[in-house]
């Protein structure tokens, strides 16, 4: 018998037998300026017209800064303070995640995004932020612990409506020389924040997305996730490589950064060939990262046809 999405998800994650291989695609909806009711129609309709097997949130509302347009300065970061859910931040993303838990009902895999706390502050404030964290540590830790706490809070907030997991976006594991953070600062202002909240989503489905390209994999390989995304096709390491390296289970299949400039051959192909490099146990099939929104709807179609026709072995 055909397995639920949900079931078929949950297989996925724990390496266990499934009718197919679960297979979904992201994209940004620009959607920072609609209400939350809004957003939410945009996934159902994505949702709707390639019937993933499970839907990845896009969180596309910035955070509220402290009274400030922008942090420009030590004193900025001192202002921060944890924030209640009904901040228009989170209160429009919980208003989209409960309209679409209660048209998806409760059978279908929701992934809500977040960003880890350093990067939920560069994107609300700019990169600048980033700098003036490690300029001045003691009043960045101030800003990243206001920011941790307040995402543990919307975690109890998803709980509630069921969402199923997280897609933990971790930005800092990239090597310093390609624009990424030095040892010392991933461990200071990356890591600790990290663990907290991964640690307190205990329970859920964690994937961690470990963000860029030229990746220092090993930073993260210690967290307490279920699955890994990343760009296995632009950075290492391989799929095959992460088999060796995590008994988490892997997510990935199409190349994001290749994806609009392919034919629906193309995209087949990246799909058979990275199921028979990770194998068919513990793999979920989506994006290294977030499509082009102009990703054809040819190739969306391909993507969805070619792991249902793997699913029934042809």
């Known amino acids: 018998m055909p397995m639920t999405k949900l079931e078929r998800f949950m297989a996925a994650i724990r390496g266990e037998d499934v009718d197919r291989l679960p297979v979904s695609v992201w994209l940004h909806f620009a959607s920072e300026h609609l209400p939350g009711d809004e957003t939410a129609q945009l996934h159902l309709s994505f949702m709707r017209e390639y019937d993933w097997d499970y839907?990845?949130?896009m969180n596309d509302y910035r955070y509220q800064l402290p009274g400030v347009p922008a942090v420009t300065s030590e004193a900025h970061l001192r202002r921060f303070e944890p924030l209640p859910m009904s901040e228009p931040t989170f209160a429009q993303q919980?208003?989209?995640?409960?309209?679409?838990r209660a048209a998806l009902g409760p059978g279908t895999p929701m992934i809500e995004t977040l960003f880890n706390p350093l990067q939920t502050l560069v994107r609300g404030s700019g990169a600048n932020a980033q700098r003036l964290v490690f300029e001045h540590p003691d009043a960045g830790r101030q800003a990243l612990e206001s920011i941790t706490r307040t995402l543990i809070a919307y975690l109890d907030a998803i709980r509630e409506i069921g969402?199923?997991?997280i897609f933990y976006s971790i930005n800092g594991a990239?090597?310093?020389?390609?624009?990424?953070?030095?040892?010392?600062?991933?461990?200071?202002?990356?890591a600790p924040y990290d663990l907290r909240i991964l640690e307190a989503a205990q329970g859920m489905v964690r994937v961690a997305h470990v963000h860029g390209f030229d990746l220092l994999f090993e930073r993260v390989l210690g967290y307490?996730?279920?699955a890994f995304s990343w760009s296995h096709f632009n950075s290492a390491p391989s799929l095959a490589e992460a088999r060796r390296l995590t008994q988490a289970a892997l997510m990935g299949g199409i190349n994001e950064a290749a994806v609009a400039r392919q034919s629906t051959f193309d995209i087949a192909n990246d799909i058979r060939m990275s199921v028979a490099e990770a194998g068919s146990r513990k793999l979920l099939i989506g994006p290294g990262c977030t499509v082009p929104p102009d990703m054809p709807r040819r190739l969306m179609k391909a993507a969805a046809q070619t792991v249902r026709q793997l699913g029934q072995g042809r």
């Open 55 to 57: 839907l990845k949130l």
């Open 94 to 100: 919980l208003t989209c995640l409960k309209t679409l």
């Open 163 to 165: 969402v199923t997991g």
């Open 174 to 190: 990239v090597q310093p020389g390609k624009g990424g953070l030095t040892d010392q600062q991933f461990a200071a202002f990356v």
């Open 224 to 226: 307490p996730v279920e």
